[in-house]
């Protein structure tokens, strides 16, 4: 989720007149956020207008200890009654992200990766008999285990291509997103690819697996048939 920065002019004048607003924001610019968070509360309770804006965001992003959309959404609005344009650009972000959960929430939880292994991407496991006795049977199962072998191939490219799969997130819902669910929707997206990759990797040495005792026991079978020809000749 973008985050809206405040650009704090401090100014550097005598002790006798300080700049609370300024020192605030260099307490949160060291990530001292407990002395940040009541030094915010303080002049946001007193009605500035910029506190009340950096205390909405520190409630918004867990900095205050936890995230709090509800707090925060209500001091943006006091900021941005008084015209306060990050507050309200930060209003319409948290607007945005109730229109948009379903979409939020389908790439934390719900994405699967059909598209991966759909289409031109989609192996079916060729038939392989125990054994061929036949030229054209021969012909087809070989034919169709180097089908599904550049099939394979293929799938294989396109998954390492795509990976990341969080770069598949729309930018305009990757935005929306606060730390926490931007973390779990790589967790979840991450576990997706690892399970395809896992579930071709089965397939594939189950069926190379086949081929192999198909094509030992065929050629061992045109091998006996071929001296008993021989033999009769």
Not at 126 to 139: F, G, Q, T, V
Not at 188 to 211: G, Q, T, Y
Request: hydrophobic fraction near 45%; aromatic fraction near 8%; charged fraction near 25%.
């Amino acid at each position: 989720m973008k985050r809206f920065l405040v650009v704090a002019s401090l100014l550097f004048c005598s002790v006798a007149h300080a700049d609370p607003l300024a020192d605030a924001h260099a307490l949160f610019a060291k990530k001292a956020y407990p002395e940040a968070l009541q030094a915010y509360t303080k002049l946001a309770n007193a009605g500035n207008v910029e506190a009340q804006q950096a205390l909405g965001q520190m409630y918004w992003y867990g900095e205050a200890g936890q995230v709090d959309e509800a707090k925060a959404r209500e001091l943006f609005k006091k900021a941005a009654a008084k015209g306060n344009k990050i507050a309200a650009a930060s209003l319409d972000v948290m607007d945005q992200r109730v229109k948009r959960r379903t979409e939020i929430d389908y790439w934390i939880r719900e994405y699967d990766g059909a598209e991966l292994k759909s289409g031109e991407f989609r192996c079916p496991a060729p038939r392989i008999p125990a054994m061929s006795k036949l030229n054209d049977e021969i012909d087809r199962v070989s034919g169709a285990v180097a089908t599904w072998q550049n099939c394979y191939n293929k799938f294989v490219t396109n998954l390492n291509a795509s990976s990341p799969l969080s770069k598949k997130i729309p930018a305009d819902i990757a935005k929306l997103m606060n730390k926490q669910e931007t973390d779990a929707a790589h967790a979840h997206l991450e576990r997706v690819r690892e399970n395809l990759a896992e579930e071709a990797k089965v397939s594939s040495k189950l069926i190379l697996a086949d081929f192999a005792a198909w094509r030992a026991a065929t050629e061992a079978y045109v091998s006996e048939h071929n001296a008993m020809i021989k033999q009769n000749k």
